[in-house]
């Protein structure tokens, strides 16, 4: 549980993350890999990451759109990866 407000969690990755909104820096006792980099914060959630380009990813999950279909069944994703990994449950 976050020590500044209400929010939980049961991965402490997601923990370390969601402590960059309320510093703007991150708890370098707990992730030295961040030392020194820029922090992206989603505007939607509590999510934050040093890679612009996981906020990019992410911010997907906030939107409706899917455009990855499975030609199989139908079933669409909002991520390419999501797609790939249901494909292997046609094949198995």
Same mark, same amino acid.
């Given at each position: 549980? +976050? =020590?500044? /407000?209400? $929010?939980? #969690?049961?991965?402490?990755?997601? &923990?370390? @993350? !969601?402590?960059?909104? *309320?510093? %703007?820096?991150?708890?370098?006792?707990?992730?030295?890999?961040?030392?020194?980099?820029?922090?992206?914060? +989603? =505007?939607? /959630?509590? $999510?934050? #990451?040093?890679?612009?380009?996981? &906020?990019? @990813? !992410?911010?997907?999950? *906030?939107? %409706?759109?899917?455009?990855?279909?499975?030609?199989?069944?139908?079933?669409?994703?909002?991520?390419?990866?999501?797609?790939?990994?249901?494909?292997? #449950?046609?094949?198995?």
């Amino acid at each position: 549980m +976050c =020590s500044v /407000c209400n $929010y939980t #969690t049961d991965r402490s990755n997601n &923990l370390k @993350k !969601h402590f960059l909104i *309320h510093t %703007g820096q991150p708890n370098l006792k707990t992730n030295t890999r961040m030392r020194g980099s820029k922090i992206h914060v +989603c =505007s939607e /959630c509590s $999510y934050a #990451t040093v890679r612009k380009a996981d &906020l990019w @990813k !992410h911010m997907v999950v *906030h939107s %409706g759109f899917r455009p990855f279909q499975c030609q199989m069944c139908l079933k669409s994703f909002k991520r390419k990866d999501h797609l790939e990994l249901h494909l292997r #449950t046609h094949y198995q």
